[in-house]
């Protein structure tokens, strides 16, 4: 197992901000979200797919993760969470030209 959720003294249930998320792009620090919920898999060089968990580094993964894993995948995940997506912080330079996100989850 890598160094993610192990090197952050972080409790489940920390709100992180999307500029937060996506600070976290590299394989040594490497933040992602999936289904609201933030994972720190930073160096996780056991990941059974190789490096490819990498590449949403930053971002959301849940439709790529759906596609390529079980849904019992998500318990392997359980030890690297370290908290979850705030949605009540929009950035503006994420969203500038789209729908705002609750008009989004209508569409």
Known sequence: ???GGEKLEVKKGRKISLEELSAHRTPNDAWLAYQGKVYDV?????????????????????????AFHPISAIKDMERFEIGEVDETIIPTALFANKLKPEKQKEF
């Open 42 to 66: 930073s160096g996780w060089e056991d990941h059974p797919g190789g490096s490819v968990i990498f590449t949403h580094a930053g971002d959301d993964c849940t439709d790529i993760f759906a």
């Open 1 to 3: 197992m890598g160094k």
